[in-house]
């Protein structure tokens, strides 16, 4: 729509009506808004409006137009996808779904204690829920992400040693690395330590040598980013500590019902993405991360996120849920805090803490049980195709697994390519990422797959690679 005066008034972007415009001005004592900007050096600013096309004004208009471009999409409801790195297509009951989507919660997870419906309950116990499957005592809100609970765990370890190199492997999902050396540079020396060719766990001679008093941590993924269950996890925690370094482990939530917990083999920060655990997978959304320490002050007065707890009312025999420590967090500290957070992610929290209550011990387990047999299925069906190498590591793998295409002649996009054609989703090519494995992807199966989409997998690379 547009004014008397001819000028286009958007019906999305509030305070967009002229009249409305200049009393607020007014009211600051701008002439324009150019003033607003006057911090920002002329050079930096653009002098003319955005090539934007003419904007949608009827709901009807813009919601026919999303539609469309959604529809261009092929997602995982329509072909089977074996691509994971990072995230999964997993299991998520209708509870979860549910639960966030009430009012109380996906209106008001960033509010105060006068706006809270239950929300700080909900987190304290999703908390205390990630506490006994981590077996670690202090468990904080959801980070954004799994790549930024990794690089916060790595961040509090400097401050705790007052060292200045951390260990992390050569094999550390290439996203989450990325976010790592972003997050640390200027604070921590990020140095890599090799893995085997053989088994893909670290190579414990290397972190050997690159160990030194220097260290503040050691980092590892369990499972490793190749999929590769890190048996020596508790060996690498001991070198870790023989020379006063923290242990950081990066675990996949979904595998501690068959695999140890981090603290029970002797880990200091625990550290991981939540999206396994009752979220969708999303175009771009749908992540969170979560950080667990001993309850320990050296430990949770690093903590730059917020923590939950327990504590008596003004009621005898009642109690509420609160901050514990507020004044650790940039909430309180502002510029003077260790970090900055916010609570973009907590809603995820939520939803991990009813599919955790939903599961409970017997679920978790028949979860992880379900992942490996499919996933020792699926290796056991493509290593019958001629040229292909599956897996590619001796390691046990936990639900995914490194295909090495070297000896078929084809490469992994030109495989990927003709799957898709296919109606099928490949593994994610690590030819560029990891040159040394040649042709080789990293292939994903979940407790979604069924045992009819592994063999018209198999059959289909079969005739792919014909």
């Keep these: 729509m547009t004014n008397d005066a001819g000028t286009a008034v958007h019906p999305y972007i509030p305070s967009s009506v002229p009249e409305m415009r200049d009393a607020m001005l007014r009211s600051i004592g701008a002439r324009d808004v150019a003033e607003l900007y006057a911090d920002i050096p002329p050079e930096l600013r653009l002098d003319r409006p955005l090539q934007l096309p003419e904007p949608l004004r009827s709901e009807h208009d813009l919601r026919r137009h999303i539609e469309g471009l959604l529809a261009r999409n092929v ?138 008093p220097a260290t503040a941590a050691v980092f590892i993924e369990n499972p490793g980013y190749f999929g590769v269950i890190e048996a020596q996890a508790p060996e690498i925690v001991a070198l870790a500590h023989a020379q006063g370094a923290l242990a950081v482990a990066c675990v996949d939530p979904s595998s501690l019902g068959v695999l140890e917990a981090p603290g029970a083999y002797g880990a200091d920060i625990a550290c991981g993405d939540l999206q396994p655990l009752g979220i969708h997978m999303y175009f771009g959304g749908g992540q969170g991360g979560f950080i667990a320490t001993p309850d320990e002050e050296r430990f949770v007065a690093e903590y730059p996120s917020r923590l939950f707890g327990l504590t008596r009312t003004v009621v005898e025999g009642e109690y509420g849920f609160g901050d514990v420590f507020w004044e650790r967090t940039s909430f309180h500290g502002r510029e003077e805090a260790k970090e900055f957070v916010g609570t973009a992610a907590a809603l995820w929290g939520i939803t991990a803490g009813v599919y955790l209550a939903l599961m409970g011990p017997q679920g978790m387990r028949e979860i992880g049980e379900t992942s490996m047999r499919l996933a020792r299925y699926a290796a056991t069906c493509l290593a019958t195709i001629p040229g292909v190498r599956a897996p590619r590591f001796s390691g046990i793998p936990f639900t995914e697994f490194v295909v090495d295409f070297s000896a078929t002649g084809r490469t992994v996009r030109e495989i990927n390519a003709a799957l898709l054609d296919a109606g099928i989703f490949g593994g994610a090519d690590l030819s560029d990422q990891f040159p040394e494995l040649g042709q080789a992807a990293l292939y994903c199966v979940t407790e979604l797959h069924t045992r009819d989409e592994l063999d018209r997998l198999a059959d289909t690379l079969r005739q792919v690679l014909a």
Excluded at 77 to 95: H, K, N
Excluded at 165 to 172: C, D, H, K, N, R
Excluded at 181 to 203: K, P
């Design 75 to 212: 997602s995982t409801a329509e072909y089977p996808s074996f691509l994971g790195a990072g995230c999964y297509r997993r299991f998520v009951p209708a509870v979860c779904d549910e639960i966030n989507g009430r009012a109380e919660f996906l209106t008001a997870y960033g509010g105060e204690p006068y706006e809270d419906h239950g929300r700080f309950q909900a987190l304290f116990e999703y908390c205390s829920m990630m506490g006994e499957l981590l077996e670690m005592d202090v468990v904080s809100v959801p980070t954004f992400d799994g790549a930024q609970a990794a690089a916060t765990a790595l961040r509090m370890a400097g401050r705790i040693t007052g060292r200045h190199a951390v260990l992390v492997p050569a094999t550390t999902n290439p996203q989450r690395r990325s976010v790592i050396a972003n997050y640390v540079d200027g604070a921590l020396e990020v140095v890599e330590v090799d893995y085997d060719r053989s088994t893909g766990l670290l190579d414990l001679a290397d972190l050997r040598a690159k160990l030194s």
